[in-house]
């Protein structure tokens, strides 16, 4: 090979090298920015004053001198709405009756908009499920709703090769010449008067629990059953695998024995994590029946089986890091090893075995697959502490599946899976963050 | 700085072990999708009127019948009957399951809305789950492969529909998709152009479009009446007569308020 | 007076304590290494419960239905009375992602670490690592999330551009470096300069003309196909790739870092450049670590539920043709995760013990992997220690 053509390749393999990198970067990017944007919409959003109805009646938040002024306001807007409903359906007994149902028929495609739009209309029933008791309370969704009452979709199949493509009618059109035809001009113009969005910031979806299966409300259920699972494992697993490193470095002897342990650990690690749900059910539920079904003991053991060999790992690497000199000049001042290692070695490798605990900890935070037959439920409010060797808990990984995928209404309510999303991605970041944090410290402290 | 992250441990646990607040035993409802808005609902309107906790999961009917049968939950959300097999287990572990109907659902068959297909017959559903018919072109529809779309082996839903359209012992082909409930049946069909699935009635909306079979669409009144062909009862089981708590529970769905949650959620009363 | 003989009285009791102290303290050391030994074989104890507790569990299975159903029959019927549980499709669909996912992160990873280990300047590297870190941390139900809401309607609606982008972008400068080097092995042996000279351009033109070509008519083709269901094997392919990943490049950056100085060294010496040092020499000593790290990250894609679960449409069959990643499948995981459900305990049905079957697949392939990954690792420190 020529020269030139050595030089360019080796520029290309260091180009291919960084643009796996930057590809690693950029991967990174794209799953946590829409994450990250969406997610932050579930508390800073456009809220409505339905949201405002809705956070007073729900959790008695918010001044109520205010609201009923702001209410007041809103309602002197929605009573020429409703008058025009009514005047609409005097108009429609006096029509004949062919026109009649054919009006009738648009018209309760206009009630239903509207009732999305802003809450049950004069005349309605009081819904019995939270989630027809209010309007819109996200601004953005009541502009989507807008749309939906300005404009009928329809499908236009006239080539039959294809399948149809969607468009919109506007229904003033459909009601031109009715006493209704003025309604839709005058709810676009006003609508911003009926609903007065305003910058929300909504801290209660990190402390509220859910109203009507997620609708509304915040995930302190989920956050609190992800924590109650994380540092249960962690309260079994980080004494046991501090232990277990300690003998693996100081005691354990070369031979057959302590090699089939380390096999044992690094076997451990690999099993993958629906294994574990599995083994989880068929020995705590199951055999041991560390309670009746579901409980957050039961998921926080699975999880520490889970997380043990993590532990471990990381508690050796620290311990072997302390150096030579410290465990020399202790023993040779008379200390036994017992004490040498509670006084010298583990205080000096603490900071490292910390950090492979805090990554562990995230770990278990966002694992799934064991917790589904061992400690997860969809709905629940948060437990007490008392509850948890008999209780099942709601938690962030588990509900985002769920949300996501088992819920009636997943598409509607995918600013609160987003929020989820963000909280959990969150705590794990945070958690790797302050490790790596930690570990910058030592190693500078280290060095000197 | 170990200092720091001991008391910033310490604050946690005050703030977890502050909302910790004990009360009274909770229900725990497990079983079915289909059933899991009326139970999450019924929940929520149940501790707030009574205050006693109720977890709902949703993991199939076929689980609700296994907790049932553990006793690892007090009421079975189920949207298919409990089978023979089911019921004799539960017999043999002293659990003596009743059955109590909560509303009727029908099964909506659903496409997407630019699908120009308004009407199927039983059989030509049935075929396209067999897998004999492969592309809407074969059912009036324009050239495309029908992706079709079915529920977890452990749905209720997945054995109504069998026994209702399909009949027991033919198989589905297997190149249908697997969804593992309503919503995600109903998500996969709204934004796939050539899919077919089926629904509990209560979970349509606008997003996808409901085809009529045999010429009849689902509505409370066909549903009721029986015209409409692919219809079931919910249930809810409990082990025993119910009692208290359970049986207040249970009898919501013979209130107004029980009856107003049921059909605001679309689902149809008996 | 009375004070003293309580101080007298402590200090005997001091001594005699002192000399029960050194005997205890023997015994409780012994007791206390037996500890630490009983805490660490706790571990393996664990392990051999997981795999007592699956096999047990899935033994039955094998007693009711046999092998040979399981492993050669596509037909999953296990809801049917009776049920069919062939599981081929099943466990095909497991390897497809896990062999799509090695396509894309194995090439990458093991780039990115030579990058790292190699050409990057140390305060670059710095930062690098982190952010490989905050990949690893991100929890697999997030990863699920994204694939199923944003990226399965993404490939639904625009699945043809963007097939025909990811070929150009990733193939193109391949296709490019490749022409350059065939046309110039391809004229190295002509004596003549100038005429050495000319057909080099010849066959550049001719071969680079052709790949544009080829380039174009691939991306054309690949713009046209529609992808009828996003959540398809690309898909959970693309994402279970990105959670490889870190696993790849930390354990094969850990073995490059291995390879001494004075290897490198002695290749420049000769007048190598990075590239060819890093590929002739590096690469080969380090490629066992490298083999290691491939295993370990196929692994995590093999065992990985969440993602699988929401996002690759749970449709058990081989797809048509049998490379067709754009179909939906059904992994191991997933039909663990999902049917678990039904699992009637009471009654001891195949369908609940196939599942732990299922399982216990799972858990000897990764026993067998980590075995493997493991040996090659000792051996390659054995090599390179020079025993």
């Known amino acids: ?448 | 700085m170990i200092k720091k992250l001991l008391l910033l441990g310490f604050f946690f646990s005050c703030a977890v072990t502050g909302t910790a607040n004990a009360e009274g035993k909770a229900l725990v409802l497990d079983g079915s999708t289909t059933v899991g808005p009326v139970a999450k609902s019924f929940a929520t309107y149940f501790t707030k009127k009574y205050g006693v906790r109720v977890m709902v999961s949703e993991s199939g009917s076929g689980n609700g019948a296994k907790s049932l049968i553990n006793g690892s939950c007090t009421i079975a959300a189920m949207s298919r009957a409990m089978k023979d097999a089911e019921i004799a287990a539960a017999r043999k572990k002293g659990v003596n399951p009743v059955a109590h109907v909560v509303a009727l659902d029908g099964l909506a068959m659903v496409v997407h809305p630019g699908n120009p297909v308004r009407s199927l017959s039983k059989a030509q559903i049935s075929s396209i789950y067999r897998g004999a018919i492969t592309n809407w072109k074969e059912v009036g529809g324009v050239n495309s492969r029908i992706v079709v779309i079915q529920r977890e082996s452990n749905s209720g839903t997945q054995e109504s529909f069998k026994e209702l359209v399909i009949g027991k012992g033919v198989q589905m082909t297997g190149n249908a998709e697997t969804q593992s409930s309503n919503g995600s049946v109903k998500s996969r069909v709204s934004t796939t152009l050539s899919a077919i699935g089926f629904l509990g009635l209560g979970f349509v909306d606008s997003s996808v479009r409901v085809i009529a079979v045999n010429g009849v669409l689902p509505s409370v009144k066909t549903v009721k009446d029986g015209t409409y062909p692919v219809s079931r009862p919910l249930y809810f089981y409990t082990n025993g007569q119910p009692a208290g708590a359970v049986k207040q529970f249970i009898d919501l769905s013979k209130t107004v308020e029980g009856k107003g949650m049921i059909s605001e959620l679309g689902f149809v009363n008996r | 007076m009375a004070e003293e003989s309580v101080g007298e009285r402590n200090r005997s009791n001091a001594f005699v304590v002192s000399a029960r102290k050194r005997a205890l303290q023997k015994v409780a050391k012994k007791a206390g290494e037996g500890m630490l030994f009983s805490v660490a074989f706790f571990v393996a104890v664990i392990v051999l419960f997981i795999f007592y507790f699956v096999a047990r569990d899935a033994i039955p299975f094998f007693q009711i239905r046999g092998f040979s159903e399981f492993f050669t029959s596509s037909n999953w019927y296990p809801a049917d009375e009776p049920g069919e549980f062939g599981a081929l499709a099943i466990i095909y669909g497991s390897l497809m992602v896990t062999l799509g996912s090695a396509m894309i992160a194995v090439p990458m990873g093991v780039a990115a670490a030579i990058c790292l280990s190699d050409i990057l300047p140390f305060s670059i590297r710095q930062y690098a690592k982190p952010v490989i870190e905050m990949l690893a941390a991100i929890p697999s139900v997030a990863f699920g999330f994204f694939a199923l809401v944003v990226l399965a309607p993404l490939m639904q609606d625009h699945g043809g551009p963007m097939l025909m982008w990811g070929w150009w972008i990733l193939v193109s400068p391949f296709l490019l470096l490749s022409v350059i080097v065939i046309s110039d092995l391809l004229t190295a042996n002509i004596k003549d300069e100038k005429r050495r000279q000319q057909r080099h351009w010849m066959l550049l033109i001719v071969l680079g003309l052709s790949s544009i070509f080829l380039l174009f008519k691939v991306g054309s083709v690949l713009n046209g196909i529609q992808i009828l269901t996003g959540t398809n094997a690309l898909n959970v392919s693309i994402i279970l790739s990105f959670m490889a990943l870190p696993t790849i490049v930390s354990v094969s950056e850990d073995a490059l870092q291995a390879v001494g100085r004075d290897i490198r060294e002695g290749s420049y010496a000769l007048g190598a450049t990075r590239a060819e040092t890093i590929i002739k020499t590096i690469l080969p000593a380090a490629s066992s670590g490298i083999l290691a790290a491939v295993i370990l990250g196929i692994m995590r894609a093999l065992g990985e539920t969440m993602v699988v679960w929401m996002a690759s449409g749970n449709s058990s069959h081989i797809p048509e043709p049998w490379f067709n990643y754009l179909e939906a499948i059904r992994t191991l995981t997933a039909t663990i995760a999902g049917d678990m459900g039904e699992a009637d305990q009471v009654t001891g049905s195949a369908r609940f013990h196939v599942l732990f079957a299922m399982g216990l697949l799972l858990l000897i392939i990764s026993f067998i992997s980590n075995l493997v990954s493991e040996r090659i690792v000792v051996r390659q420190r054995k090599i390179l220690s020079g025993q």
Do not use: C
């Not at chain 1, 009006?103 to 029933?125: E, F, H, M, N």
């Not at chain 1, 009926?194 to 989920?222: A, C, K, N, Q, R």
């Not at chain 1, 109650?228 to 697993?237: D, E, R, T």
């Open chain 1, 1 to 448: 090979m020529n020269i030139g053509t050595r030089k360019i390749l080796d520029r290309s393999f260091t180009a291919v090298g960084i643009g796996s990198i930057v590809v690693m970067a950029l991967a990174l990017m794209i799953v946590v920015v829409p994450i990250v944007y969406n997610g932050i919409g579930a508390v800073f959003f456009t809220g409505t004053v339905e949201h405002r109805k809705m956070l007073h009646a729900e959790f008695k938040r918010g001044d109520s001198q205010d609201l009923s002024s702001e209410v007041a306001s809103s309602n002197r807007y929605r009573a020429k709405v409703y008058d025009m409903l009514t005047g609409f359906e005097a108009d429609l007994e006096t029509m004949a009756p062919e026109k009649k149902a054919e009006y009738q028929a648009k018209y309760s495609q206009v009630r239903t908009a509207l009732q999305a739009l802003l809450g049950p209309l004069p005349g309605d029933p009081e819904p019995m499920l939270t989630r027809f008791k209010y309007g819109q309370t996200r601004w953005e969704k009541a502009e989507e709703k807008l749309h939906d009452l300005l404009y009928e979709s329809k499908w236009d199949n006239s080539n039959p090769n294809v399948m149809s493509k969607e468009y919109f009618v506007s229904r003033a059109i459909g009601f031109e010449g009715t006493s209704l035809a003025r309604l839709f001009p005058y709810i676009k113009d006003n609508l911003e008067n009926m609903l007065l969005p305003e910058f929300t910031f909504y801290w209660g979806f990190i402390t509220d629990s859910s109203v009507d299966s997620h609708f509304f409300g915040g995930i302190w259920p989920e956050i609190q059953g992800t924590f109650f699972l994380a540092i249960g494992a962690m309260l079994f697993a980080f004494p046991l695998g501090v232990v277990a490193a300690v003998y693996f470095t100081e005691y354990a002897k070369p031979g057959f024995l302590n090699s089939m342990l380390r096999s044992a650990n690094s076997t451990l690690a690999g099993v993958p994590s629906i294994v574990f749900g599995m083994f989880g059910l068929a020995f705590f539920i199951n055999t041991m029946k560390v309670s009746e079904s579901k409980s957050v003991i039961a998921g926080a053991l699975t999880l520490a089986i889970m997380i043990l060999p993590t532990i471990i790992r990381a508690a050796e690497e620290a311990i072997l890091a302390v150096p030579k000199t410290y465990r020399e000049a202790s023993l040779s001042l008379g200390s036994t090893k017992w004490n040498t290692i509670a006084t010298v070695i583990l205080p000096a490798a603490l900071p490292g075995i910390l950090t492979g605990g805090v990554i562990s900890l995230g770990r278990a935070a966002g694992e799934t697959a064991p917790i589904i037959f061992t400690a997860a439920v969809s709905v629940g409010s948060a437990i007490g502490l008392a509850d948890v060797f008999s209780s099942p808990t709601p938690a962030l990984s588990w509900n985002i599946y769920n949300l996501a995928s088992e819920h009636e209404a997943a598409t509607q309510i995918r600013h609160v899976q987003y929020g989820m999303v963000l909280a959990l991605v969150t705590i794990v970041l945070l958690l790797n963050l302050s490790a790596i944090v930690l570990r910058a410290r030592i190693s500078k402290k280290l060095k000197g």
